[in-house]
């Protein structure tokens, strides 16, 4: 799954902010001097319901405001936030890891680290999210 965060910079160093059900993902202050940086601070709280540490990327930031009006805030599909998901995959992105770094093994998270970060659901779907979105947004 992706996780969408929005960077911004104070005094030259980037922060973020976001939308999760998780609210160690929600924000982080701007103290982090480049966007791998404020990425890797993202690394051991980001895994799936499983506890494996599932990130792997991240990308260039994307301009909203070059979308021009904010009209596709409001639509859904291709006209709304789904186009905006198609320009992210197209934007470019940097590995974190080399794969084979990846396959020494990462360390899952541990009992208590599932029950308190990954079983956490705060922020309900809306009662019109069709199957595919509900995918999207399960705790796997």
């Known amino acids: 799954d992706d996780h969408i965060v929005t960077p911004f910079k104070k005094n030259g160093r980037f922060g973020c902010l976001s939308v999760s059900n998780h609210e160690s993902l929600r924000f982080r202050n701007p103290v982090y001097r480049s966007l791998r940086e404020l990425t890797m601070s993202y ?51 940097f590995m974190l890891f080399e794969k084979r770094e990846i396959k020494t093994g990462l360390r899952p998270a541990d009992g208590l680290m599932l029950r ?25």
């Open 43 to 93: 690394f051991d709280d980001y895994m799936n319901g499983d506890g494996q540490r599932t990130l792997r990327c991240y990308s260039l930031p994307l301009d909203l405001q070059a979308r021009g009006n904010s009209d596709w805030i409001l639509e859904r599909g291709l006209e709304g936030s789904r186009a905006v998901a198609v320009e992210i995959d197209e934007v470019r992105h």
């Open 116 to 140: 308190t970060v990954v079983a956490q659901r705060e922020w309900m779907l809306p009662g019109n999210a069709d199957a595919d979105v509900v995918e999207r947004n399960m705790n796997r």
